[in-house]
């Protein structure tokens, strides 16, 4: 992770292991730089803009898992500062909510936002192939962005030729 001023000067780097970046996000005071990656654990980090000193971070895995056999590796997809999201952590990186509480969703989350006027936060899901077993078949999810509190699902069906339906 690199920061350059606007004349194109370095400012700073910082590594952050091995991972594969896939989103970044700055808080609205421009004081943190929010950044999640794809690899075996899947950390998201709170790096200091203006020092590149990381404040905190969490491991994905230690929430969802990860199977390096199956080349199932956690990753965050999408940040949406200070609101919420499957797992729901405030500026200091305090653990506020995640959902669901104590299980693992049967399928993958491709993306998540929050919206800030009603309260709520939305993500979606899919899988390569849907089972009869599996609990969360809907696409998508809508949570009390304050609590984690499932509000409603809802199922949007794939358009043919396609099986399933992702939506991003």
Not at 93 to 112: A, H, M, T, Y
Not at 127 to 147: G, H, N, P, W
Request: hydrophobic share 40%; proline share 4%.
């Amino acid at each position: 992770l690199f920061l350059f001023d606007n004349e194109g000067r370095q400012k700073w780097k910082r590594s952050l292991g091995v991972g594969k970046l896939i989103a970044l996000c700055l808080t609205p005071d421009g004081k943190l730089a929010i950044v999640g990656e794809q690899s075996a654990e899947g950390k998201l980090y709170a790096v200091d803009v203006h020092t590149g000193d990381i404040r905190w971070q969490y491991k994905s895995a230690d929430f969802v898992g990860s199977d390096a056999s199956q080349r199932s590796y956690p990753s965050v997809v999408h940040i949406a500062v200070d609101n919420a999201k499957m797992l729901a952590v405030n500026e200091e990186g305090r653990l506020l909510w995640q959902f669901p509480k104590n299980e693992v969703i049967d399928s993958w989350i491709n993306w998540c936002d929050v919206n800030d006027k009603n309260g709520r936060a939305v993500f979606s899901t899919s899988a390569y192939d849907f089972r009869e077993d599996m609990k969360y078949k809907d696409t998508m999810y809508f949570l009390d962005k304050r609590t984690g509190e499932l509000l409603n699902s809802t199922h949007v069906p794939p358009i043919p030729p396609f099986d399933n339906t992702v939506m991003r």
